[in-house]
């Protein structure tokens, strides 16, 4: 049976490299733990709109469905995991864990940037953009969904986002955002990001530092940390934000 994606379009790249895009479908299966039983819910999650016929058979409604289901999710696991936790603190999670910058960071770790299916002007550009690889990885938390049931969606999203909720309640996330914020710079704005303390509190042995990240003549919203690193980091993190459009991650009042 003819796949409902298929073309004729020379302007459309449906190979990998001369891949078949049967082939390309397996060896996404393989790199995510999961094998799908309806085969085209995973080709319209890998397919960008660059590279469908017309917008409906791009990943965009998936990305759409997968953005709620995975913040469902999320706040589920962090409702049972943290008891303890505030509702403040378990938003300040739940939005670093499903931010752009992490979904778009495990899209690359699974090796999902060179399975995207994209047109042939976007696929010959070169780096691909990180909301590109955000909505892939949303994309798929629905695929999942609609093919497996929610359970099999909370099984991937747990065995990729668990890590992550963990090391932003150990505060271990730090090490990313500021050279995220470096690469999204260079690559867009042409400048590389400069940091300010702008604030200190508390005695010397617990001081809390205040710190904005600045591209050129913009700066982001600030960010509190027990020491400048962190604070660096979290002020990055919140820029990063800002740049998509989202309320940050961190918010300093």
Not at 173 to 179: P, V
Not at 190 to 197: D, S
């Amino acid at each position: 049976m003819t796949s409902p994606f298929a073309s004729e379009d020379p302007r459309i790249d449906r190979r990998m490299d001369g891949v078949p895009i049967e082939e390309r479908l397996a060896r996404c299966e393989h790199q995510i733990g999961y094998e799908f039983k309806d085969k085209s819910l995973l080709q319209a999650a890998l397919t960008h709109s660059s590279g469908a016929d017309c917008r409906l058979e791009s990943n965009e409604r998936l990305e759409f469905l997968g953005d709620a289901i995975l913040g469902a999710i999320i706040c589920e696991l962090l409702y049972h995991q943290y008891p303890e936790a505030l509702e403040g603190e378990l938003t300040q999670i739940k939005s670093v864990v499903v931010s752009r910058q992490t979904c778009a960071k495990i899209s690359e770790a699974l090796g999902l940037h060179h399975l995207i299916i994209l047109g042939k002007g976007l696929a010959n550009h070169g780096q691909i953009p990180l909301s590109l690889l955000a909505n892939v990885f949303e994309s798929l938390v629905a695929a999942i969904y609609l093919d497996g049931g929610p359970q099999a969606a909370r099984r991937f999203v747990e065995v990729y986002l668990r890590p992550e909720i963990e090391a932003v309640r150990a505060g271990e996330t730090e090490g990313n955002f500021k050279s995220i914020l470096q690469q999204v710079a260079q690559r867009d704005l042409l400048c590389t990001p400069t940091y300010q303390v702008v604030d200190e509190r508390g005695p010397d042995h617990a001081k809390f530092f205040k710190v904005v990240a600045q591209i050129g003549r913009d700066r982001y919203h600030p960010a509190w940390g027990r020491n400048k690193k962190e604070a660096e980091q979290r002020a990055a993190c919140n820029a990063l934000a800002e740049l998509n459009h989202e309320p940050p991650p961190f918010p300093c009042e």
